[in-house]
């Protein structure tokens, strides 16, 4: 589509169907469509969607509660995925959701309406423990420089700190000399490619992994 009036007439045709007269560019509306006693339905049309376009929904709330924006259905894998969090953030919002397919079909992917999102437990739970594994503040919010310091990966120096400064050790050793609980675990999976194992349960240090401790040096402290 390259034009927004090429999202009228579908979005129009539902709406009469469902009984709306239907007009266009009224006021500062893109659509408004009325029916009897009902709240009168705003549309806003948009080739593409933009926070101007959230914005110039969520001014249109002022006037009515059924207020939906249209835009043509987008295509691809990133594009799937963006509908999925825009549609997401039309329901925190409070708005409706259409979308019209090169074909002319429409979808109304979600109606105006309250929405609570539904706490998961399970999600803050994770992130609670990741809280509390890292050391220190390592991340400056926003920058990725250096990449993200994860709970794991300050393990990981942690654990390779120690067999730089112990030599090859034992899991158990490692883990009861770290407080690592999962040493053992950690070298043996070796994500990062920091250590060997150099005998039965025993563990030794890369060269990549004296490389990962002095370019990471400044992500990690003991706790």
């Not at 609670?128 to 920058?143: I, K, M, Q, T, Y």
């Not at 990966?153 to 120690?162: I, K, P």
């Amino acid at each position: 589509m390259e034009r927004e009036s090429e999202l009228y007439a579908p979005v129009k045709a539902l709406l009469v169907e469902q009984g709306y007269e239907v007009k266009g560019e009224v006021g500062a509306a893109d659509l408004v469509a009325v029916r009897g006693d009902d709240a009168p339905v705003i549309v806003e049309l948009k080739l593409r969607i933009t926070l101007s376009l959230f914005h110039q929904a969520c001014a249109r709330l002022a006037v009515t509660d059924c207020v939906y924006i249209a835009v043509p259905r987008p295509t691809g894998r990133t594009a799937r995925r963006a509908l999925k969090d825009n549609l997401s953030l039309c329901r925190r919002l409070g708005l409706g959701f259409i979308t019209v397919r090169a074909d002319g079909t429409v979808e109304v992917l979600c109606d105006p309406g309250p929405y609570t999102p539904r706490r998961r437990k399970a999600k803050t739970a994770k992130l609670l423990r990741e809280f509390s594994r890292l050391r220190g503040d390592p991340n400056d919010g926003g920058a990725t420089r250096h990449g993200i310091v994860t709970g794991y990966r300050q393990d990981s120096l942690v654990c390779a700190a120690h067999l730089a400064e112990a030599g090859p050790s034992r899991g158990r050793d490692v883990a009861a000399a770290t407080g690592v609980a999962a040493a053992t675990r950690i070298m043996r999976d070796n994500h990062y490619g920091w250590f060997e194992k150099v005998g039965t349960g025993i563990y030794g240090l890369t060269k990549e992994g004296r490389t990962g401790l002095t370019h990471w040096a400044y992500s990690w402290e003991p706790r």
